[in-house]
């Protein structure tokens, strides 16, 4: 099998909050955790099998500013060649900073010259921190300053509001790793397919060790866009806890008077969810559908990775 | 979802007395297990100087009054008035005030073991004792070491052994060395599931039905082979009783967990709430009206669910049983071959129980069949305590 290999710069000025993310997200961390974390110096580099086939090269580049001199200054052809996806994090209560803006103009410059297909995210973090009724304008604010600074960007970024205390990390970070999965499309049309077989509302595909969306289906209207990623937070903590007490997660199983949910581990590096408000459709028949079809869901994953 | 939960008349319910030095983390404990305020944000809690009183009227075992009584240094802040469901009262008034004490079933004594006050802890520790006993003798008390997430296993130990000795000791000097045995210490931070199990265990001593819970528990336990069995309260995520088998930590912990995210998944999936939510606008939800609309529709419990509460505008309390479901039922798989089965079996009320899996899969129907031989046994229970507290 060939290797694709994808490499992410994850920038931003010390103590924004990245390696604490990248340890939330990869490194099965609680977010209490992170508050032990040291700044990192120079550049931790770790690979990630995702989905198996996908391996990420993070890059996690330390903020002081001595090392952000240095990035794009003299490592600037080393960090900023190559490059699939750079993740730019702003502190929500230091967005003002014009050092923090100026650094990150150059690190837009350095990748519009060097890796000009590279798609940019810009996180505004620690959202947790602002005032709920002062979240919306201080992103919508903060975006738009994002904007004038990167308009040399070939592809514009596109910008988050993000805290690792709720799902916003998970709706975040699974749009950046969907956005290296190049045919989500055909994968959604099968779990259309699936859905519609099942005669279920919705069917969700998560990737299995994270947690994060990568792709859905639904046959049914549902109010809130980001369930998915509610659903990620849910079980991610769940599976922490069930690593506490030395077991792993497997399946859960739901029904009230509206719903039956299972969620099942499916594919070798997947999980599915499947929500069903048939009253006819019965639990066994959904689990014995699920299995039936992992096979091929098996071989569709492997073709969309190539 | 039934009727409103307020089975007692108010002056029926049992009142736990919550004090301790200010800072100590009586509001944030407060908040953490009644208001579902996720503990990072206990950091924004304004340290205040009046005395609170909350209804708790959750599920028919989980029914008392709590007061927050905020530790006051000295006298300064005796003029500080406070008004709470048309009773005024200053904080010096019912600090000395006995009778405030006579009302009490327990008392819940927090201590900061962060902070370098423990003298001075100690002394209003004391002070509490003596005033509570003399006017309640059979009061329960109880000594939170808290903030523990600071301290290694071995630290905790150390903590507790050190109080224990000191307050042994002082106890025995003013002739009340009786009451030593019946004070407990636990161990809590609100940032681990230790401050739910200590509460759990405080609730329970005030609780008439504990031993008939615990023996129709075992019974459940016994025939079906199961491992353990918690009966939550699912509002507060407090266990109201368990058989009679030792409780290990992690099981409470795990059980714990599902319960909580059997209620995050339904919330997000019940129409209901989503209806509710659109009705409301959102934005008017907030203090008393919040009580009332959660009561009014079908609701009672307090607080709002972590998942609903992320929602901007501080979203509408939901009535979080599960939602606005009943009948829920849920089974949660581990790789150590063990079962999680949880079932709905009254109001507000969720039998959380450990299995083997194995057992699951040969004995589902016996399960099943005993589990429905235990709600109707709870429902006797439940009946029988209404009509006597009417
Ligand atoms: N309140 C809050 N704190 C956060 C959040 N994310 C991270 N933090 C805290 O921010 C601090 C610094 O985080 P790090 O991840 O080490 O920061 P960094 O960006 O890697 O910093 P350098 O390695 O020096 O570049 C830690 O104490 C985290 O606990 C968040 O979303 N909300
Ligand atoms: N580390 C830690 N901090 C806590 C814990 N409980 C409360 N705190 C913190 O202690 C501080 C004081 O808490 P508060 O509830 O206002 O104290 P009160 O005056 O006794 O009501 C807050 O900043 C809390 O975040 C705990 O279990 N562990
Ligand atoms: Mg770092």
Same mark, same amino acid.
């Given at each position: 099998?060939?290797?694709?290999?994808?490499?992410?710069?994850? +920038?931003?000025?010390?103590?924004?909050?990245?390696?604490?993310?990248?340890?939330?997200?990869?490194?099965?961390?609680?977010?209490?955790? =992170?508050?032990?974390?040291?700044?990192?110096?120079?550049?931790?580099?770790?690979?990630?099998?995702?989905?198996?086939?996908?391996?990420?090269?993070?890059?996690?580049?330390?903020?002081?500013?001595?090392?952000?001199?240095?990035?794009?200054?003299? @490592?600037?052809?080393?960090?900023?060649?190559?490059?699939?996806? +750079?993740?730019?994090?702003?502190?929500?209560?230091?967005?003002?900073?014009?050092?923090?803006?100026?650094?990150?103009?150059?690190?837009?410059?350095?990748?519009?010259?060097?890796?000009?297909?590279?798609?940019?995210?810009?996180? &505004?973090?620690?959202?947790?921190?602002?005032?709920?009724?002062?979240?919306?304008?201080?992103?919508?604010?903060?975006?738009?300053?994002?904007?004038?600074?990167?308009?040399?960007?070939?592809?514009?970024?596109?910008?988050?509001?993000?805290?690792?205390?709720?799902?916003?990390?998970?709706?975040?970070?699974?749009?950046? &790793?969907?956005?290296?999965?190049?045919?989500?499309?055909?994968?959604?049309?099968?779990?259309?397919?699936?859905? &519609?077989?099942?005669?279920?509302?919705?069917?969700?595909?998560?990737?299995?060790? =994270?947690?994060?969306?990568?792709?859905?289906?639904? =046959?049914?209207?549902?109010?809130?866009?980001?369930?998915?990623?509610?659903?990620?937070?849910?079980?991610?903590?769940?599976?922490?806890?069930?690593?506490?007490?030395?077991? @792993?997660?497997?399946?859960?199983?739901?029904?009230?008077?509206?719903?039956?949910?299972?969620?099942?581990?499916?594919?070798?590096?997947?999980?599915? +969810?499947?929500?069903?408000?048939?009253?006819?459709?019965?639990?066994?028949?959904?689990?014995?559908? &699920?299995?039936?079809?992992?096979?091929?869901?098996?071989?569709?994953?492997?073709?969309?990775?190539? | 979802?039934?009727?409103?939960?307020?089975? /007692?008349?108010?002056?029926? %319910?049992?009142?736990?007395?919550?004090?301790?030095?200010?800072?100590?983390?009586?509001?944030?404990?407060?908040?953490?297990?009644?208001? %579902?305020?996720?503990?990072?944000?206990?950091?924004?809690?304004?340290?205040?100087?009046?005395?609170? !009183?909350?209804?708790?009227?959750?599920?028919?075992?989980?029914?008392?009054?709590?007061?927050?009584?905020?530790?006051?240094?000295?006298?300064?802040?005796?003029?500080?008035?406070?008004?709470?469901?048309?009773?005024?009262?200053?904080?010096?008034?019912?600090?000395?005030?006995?009778?405030?004490?006579?009302?009490?079933?327990?008392?819940? /004594?927090?201590?900061?073991?962060?902070?370098?006050?423990?003298?001075?802890?100690?002394?209003?520790?004391?002070?509490?004792?003596?005033?509570?006993?003399?006017?309640?003798?059979?009061?329960?008390?109880?000594?939170?070491?808290?903030?523990?997430?600071?301290?290694?296993?071995?630290? !905790?130990?150390?903590?507790?052994?050190?109080?224990?000795?000191?307050?042994?000791?002082?106890?025995?000097?003013?002739?009340?060395?009786?009451?030593?045995?019946?004070?407990?210490?636990?161990?809590?931070?609100?940032?681990?599931?230790?401050?739910?199990?200590?509460?759990?265990?405080?609730?329970?001593?005030?609780?008439?039905?504990?031993?008939?819970?615990?023996?129709?528990?075992?019974?459940?336990?016994?025939?079906?082979?199961?491992? !353990?069995?918690?009966?939550?309260?699912?509002?507060? !995520?407090?266990?109201?009783?368990?058989?009679?088998?030792?409780?290990?930590?992690?099981?409470?912990?795990?059980?714990?967990?599902?319960?909580?995210?059997?209620?995050?998944?339904?919330?997000?999936?019940?129409?209901?709430?989503?209806?509710?939510?659109?009705?409301?606008?959102?934005?008017?939800?907030?203090?008393?009206?919040?009580?009332?609309?959660?009561?009014?529709?079908?609701?009672?419990?307090?607080?709002?669910?972590?998942?609903?509460?992320?929602?901007?505008?501080?979203?509408?309390?939901?009535?979080?049983?599960?939602?606005?479901?009943?009948?829920?039922?849920?089974?949660?798989?581990?790789?150590?071959?063990?079962?999680?089965?949880?079932?709905?079996?009254?109001?507000?009320?969720?039998?959380?129980?450990?299995?083997?899996?194995?057992?699951?899969?040969?004995?589902?129907?016996?399960?099943?069949?005993?589990?429905?031989? /235990? %709600?109707?046994?709870?429902?006797?229970?439940?009946?029988?305590?209404?009509?006597?507290?009417?």
């Amino acid at each position: 099998m060939v290797q694709d290999k994808k490499k992410l710069l994850l +920038m931003g000025k010390s103590g924004a909050g990245k390696t604490s993310m990248r340890s939330i997200v990869f490194a099965n961390y609680v977010p209490r955790d =992170t508050e032990r974390l040291g700044a990192t110096i120079d550049v931790e580099r770790s690979h990630i099998r995702f989905l198996g086939d996908l391996v990420l090269s993070l890059w996690d580049c330390g903020g002081q500013d001595s090392f952000m001199e240095n990035f794009v200054g003299a @490592q600037r052809e080393n960090v900023f060649n190559g490059v699939a996806v +750079m993740i730019y994090v702003f502190d929500a209560e230091f967005r003002q900073d014009p050092k923090d803006m100026s650094y990150f103009r150059m690190c837009c410059e350095s990748i519009a010259a060097k890796s000009p297909q590279c798609r940019v995210f810009c996180l &505004v973090h620690k959202m947790d921190l602002i005032h709920e009724e002062n979240r919306e304008s201080v992103f919508a604010e903060q975006s738009s300053a994002i904007r004038r600074v990167s308009h040399m960007l070939p592809v514009p970024a596109e910008c988050f509001s993000t805290s690792i205390w709720d799902e916003t990390l998970y709706r975040a970070w699974s749009s950046i &790793v969907c956005s290296l999965v190049s045919n989500v499309s055909t994968l959604e049309a099968n779990l259309r397919a699936l859905c &519609v077989a099942c005669e279920a509302d919705e069917v969700v595909l998560f990737e299995r060790a =994270t947690f994060l969306v990568i792709a859905q289906a639904h =046959t049914k209207p549902h109010e809130d866009v980001h369930r998915f990623e509610k659903i990620s937070n849910i079980i991610k903590q769940f599976k922490l806890s069930c690593n506490k007490s030395r077991s @792993q997660f497997e399946s859960l199983q739901l029904q009230n008077e509206s719903i039956t949910a299972l969620i099942d581990n499916f594919t070798q590096y997947t999980c599915v +969810m499947l929500i069903t408000s048939d009253r006819r459709a019965r639990p066994a028949i959904t689990t014995f559908n &699920v299995h039936n079809v992992r096979d091929y869901f098996e071989r569709l994953l492997e073709q969309v990775l190539d | 979802a039934g009727a409103r939960n307020e089975l /007692f008349a108010a002056g029926k %319910k049992p009142n736990i007395m919550m004090t301790g030095l200010p800072r100590s983390g009586k509001t944030s404990i407060l908040s953490v297990l009644f208001q %579902k305020v996720s503990p990072h944000e206990t950091l924004f809690l304004d340290s205040s100087d009046k005395v609170v !009183k909350h209804e708790i009227e959750n599920s028919a075992f989980c029914q008392f009054q709590l007061w927050d009584v905020p530790g006051v240094n000295g006298s300064s802040n005796a003029a500080n008035a406070f008004s709470h469901t048309g009773a005024s009262l200053s904080v010096h008034s019912v600090v000395s005030n006995d009778s405030v004490f006579s009302d009490c079933a327990a008392v819940i /004594f927090v201590i900061d073991v962060t902070s370098e006050e423990t003298d001075e802890a100690l002394q209003r520790l004391h002070h509490t004792i003596t005033r509570a006993v003399a006017t309640n003798p059979n009061v329960f008390i109880e000594v939170f070491i808290h903030k523990a997430d600071a301290l290694t296993e071995e630290q !905790k130990v150390q903590c507790q052994r050190e109080l224990q000795g000191r307050i042994d000791e002082e106890l025995e000097e003013v002739g009340l060395p009786g009451v030593s045995a019946r004070i407990r210490y636990r161990a809590t931070s609100i940032f681990d599931h230790s401050v739910y199990e200590a509460f759990s265990q405080v609730v329970q001593n005030l609780i008439p039905e504990t031993h008939t819970l615990e023996s129709m528990l075992d019974f459940l336990v016994n025939n079906c082979g199961m491992e !353990k069995a918690f009966l939550f309260d699912v509002v507060s !995520k407090l266990y109201v009783a368990t058989d009679s088998t030792p409780v290990h930590p992690e099981d409470f912990e795990l059980c714990s967990d599902m319960i909580e995210v059997i209620i995050d998944v339904s919330c997000i999936y019940d129409s209901g709430l989503q209806d509710a939510a659109r009705a409301s606008g959102n934005a008017q939800w907030s203090g008393a009206d919040a009580e009332n609309a959660g009561t009014g529709s079908g609701g009672g419990g307090n607080g709002s669910s972590s998942a609903a509460a992320a929602d901007s505008n501080r979203a509408p309390p939901p009535p979080v049983n599960f939602g606005y479901q009943t009948h829920s039922s849920a089974t949660i798989r581990l790789s150590n071959n063990m079962v999680l089965y949880l079932k709905e079996v009254s109001n507000y009320l969720a039998l959380c129980c450990i299995v083997r899996s194995d057992v699951f899969d040969a004995a589902l129907g016996l399960i099943e069949y005993n589990v429905g031989v /235990f %709600k109707e046994g709870l429902q006797r229970v439940i009946q029988y305590r209404v009509d006597s507290n009417r």
